[in-house]
Each structure stands twice: as structure tokens, then as C-alpha cells.
């Protein structure tokens, strides 16, 4: 079956409305539609983000200060300090993978992972530039990590977990990796109405485009944008001392409004295909649309999206 969407009302209610008809798989703070006409979905998501990797490069300065508060938050509630031993998931381009390296050094180590190799080959590139060298990468699967039990101090992850199909296998290795009393620290979005990041930027396009109704807690965007739901699911895997704070962050474009259209349409790679499905006659309309919605959080500096994220952490008994 197919939903058709026809969202007439503004874009941050359209999008809120449809979310749950969208599927979203990535390797971190981005989101693709998935199709189950695809044999092989996995590669086909891995195929869209090879070819966004260049892009990541391109715009690394502007989203580097978009997403710091968030990189701060993952590092803050990992509690790090010189030698610990940190496996960080969905490590795209690097962060928060460089600055954990930094705060363990000399002495510790990071394993930057992602399942796509070639956006870890640019975070290796930033890892050289900034004269880090505490770090490793390795292109892994999180629902089957190649590491042997009890290796590391810390697991951590920026915008990852969302899109981890099956989160519980993925927790249960997460655990097996970790020491006793290690810890885990991740950042997730919070709900949909408090993050108009996402309805202004798609809300345009998706008036006109089919979406497929996804399977029951399938990876999306928000699927980890409710405290009780987050507070549960690592308490049943095991987890102790469990804590979800929500923070309401600022999520900066330094730049125009449109220099933020052009990179968040660049680095989001599926939205290509949103864009690509969106009648072409009423392509260039969407897009003022959009830029014209960004424009309301501009300062002329730079464009000033309110957001809200949910922090995670938890202790391995």
C-alpha cells in the first residue's frame, strides 16, 4: 500500500503529520525513504551516502558548528578522561569520533566506526589535518560488532541509534563490548513539533510526493524522540542507571538562507529522491517555499533553527 500525501497546512504540521509514514535509514544525523521494492535495501541506502560523501566534505565547517552543542552533549555524558577506550557508532565524517579523541588522549583510543567506508575516509582525512592520531577506522555493521567482549570503556553515538534496524541486537552487542561499569552516551532528536529543521526543509516536497508506510518501529528520524520509550528500551537490554535529559539546543547555519538550502538538499542524500519525485512543474515553487521558511529563522548571519535532543546514558552493570 501506498500513502499519498496532500499536506496543505504549514510545513512543520505536515511534516509531524506524515512522519510516521516515512521510513529513515542512515549512517548518522541524516534520513533516506526506503522502498520495499529494493532486494537489497542496505546497499542501496550504503550506495546514496558514498555518493554524499564529497558533500559532507564540502559543507564540514558549517555543519561542524551546526551540530557542536549536540557533539558537546555525547561528550559531556560519556564522562571521559585520559585512557579510556571509546567505540563510537555511525561515525560519518568524525564527529563526535575527533573530539573524543582528544579528550582521552594521550593515552586512550578511539574506533571511529560507520557502515559506509568511504564517509569514514573523509573523517580520516580531518583525523590527519587536526594532527590526531589516537584514532582508528573501521567500516562495521552496529548490529554485529567485530570486536572482542569487554574491549572498550565507552560506547558512544551522535544521531546514530535511531537507524539501527534491530536496536536490541545492536544493544546486546553494545554490552558485550563494553567492561563492567562501562558507559554509554548518545544523542538522539526529540519529538517532531520541537525540531522545525525537518517540516521546513521537506514539508514543500512532500505535498507531492508517494510515501510507503513503514513496518512497526522501523529507524526513522524521531523514532527515539520519547524519554519513557528511550528509559525502557535500555533498561529491558540490561542497562543500569539509565538517564534521558531533553535539551533544547540551537542548531546554527552560519550562512544565507539559501547556502543552507543548498547544503542541507547536498549532504541529505535521500532527499534527492524527494526532490526527484516532486513534479517538476512544481519543483522550483517547493524550493522558494523552503528557502522562504528557513528565512523566518534567519539573522542575516546566519539561520537559527530551535531544536530539541534527547540525551542517553547508561552504565553496563
Known amino acids: 500500500?501506498?500513502?499519498r500525501t496532500s499536506c496543505r497546512a504549514a510545513p512543520g504540521a505536515c511534516f509531524a503529520k506524515i512522519v510516521l509514514s516515512i521510513s529513515f535509514l542512515s549512517d548518522q544525523t541524516n534520513f533516506t525513504m526506503a522502498t520495499t521494492s529494493s532486494p537489497d535495501p542496505r546497499e542501496s541506502i550504503r550506495q546514496e551516502w558514498i555518493a554524499a560523501a564529497p558533500f559532507w566534505r564540502k559543507w564540514s565547517p558549517q555543519l561542524t558548528h551546526q551540530s557542536r552543542r549536540a557533539t558537546e552533549l555525547v561528550v559531556e555524558g560519556a564522562a571521559l578522561a585520559p585512557g579510556l577506550h571509546v567505540l563510537d557508532l555511525a561515525s560519518g565524517t568524525g564527529e563526535p569520533a575527533l573530539s573524543i579523541s582528544t579528550a582521552v588522549a594521550p593515552s586512550g583510543r578511539v574506533v571511529a566506526t560507520d557502515l559506509v567506508q568511504e564517509m569514514l575516509h573523509v573523517a580520516e582525512e580531518f583525523a590527519a589535518a587536526r594532527g590526531i592520531r589516537n584514532i582508528d577506522f573501521q567500516a562495521t555493521d552496529a548490529e554485529q560488532l567485530p570486536f572482542p567482549s569487554q574491549s572498550f570503556d565507552r560506547v558512544t553515538s551522535r544521531f546514530g541509534i535511531m537507524y539501527i534496524p534491530d536496536i536490541q541486537k545492536?544493544?546486546?552487542?553494545?554490552?558485550?563490548?563494553l567492561r563492567a561499569h562501562g558507559r554509554v552516551s548518545f544523542v538522539t532528536w526529540g519529538p517532531s513539533e520541537e525540531n522545525p529543521l525537518f517540516?521546513?526543509?521537506?514539508?514543500?516536497?512532500?505535498?507531492?510526493?508517494?510515501?510507503?508506510?513503514?513496518?512497526?518501529?522501523?529507524?526513522?528520524?524521531?523514532?527515539?524522540?520519547d524519554q519513557a520509550k528511550l528509559e525502557s528500551l535500555f533498561s529491558q537490554a540490561g542497562f543500569r542507571e539509565v538517564r534521558v535529559v531533553k535539551h533544547r539546543i540551537r542548531w546554527p547555519w552560519p550562512g544565507s538562507p539559501e547556502e543552507a538550502w543548498q547544503g542541507g538538499s547536498e549532504v541529505a542524500a535521500p532527499f534527492k529522491k524527494i526532490i526527484a519525485a516532486t513534479p517538476a512543474e512544481k519543483r522550483e515553487e517547493a524550493i522558494a517555499e523552503v528557502i522562504a521558511g528557513i528565512r523566518k529563522f534567519s539573522d542575516g548571519r546566519a539561520?537559527?533553527?530551535?531544536?530539541?535532543v534527547l540525551s542517553t546514558t547508561a552504565v553496563n552493570p
Not at 517540516?199 to 524522540?225: A, I, K, Q, W
Open 199 to 225: 517540516g521546513t526543509m521537506l514539508g514543500p516536497f512532500l505535498r507531492y510526493v508517494e510515501v510507503p508506510p513503514p513496518p512497526p518501529d522501523s529507524p526513522h528520524v524521531f523514532r527515539f524522540s
Open 170 to 177: 545492536s544493544l546486546t552487542e553494545m554490552r558485550r563490548v
Open 1 to 3: 500500500m501506498v500513502i
Open 303 to 308: 539561520v537559527n533553527f530551535p531544536a530539541t
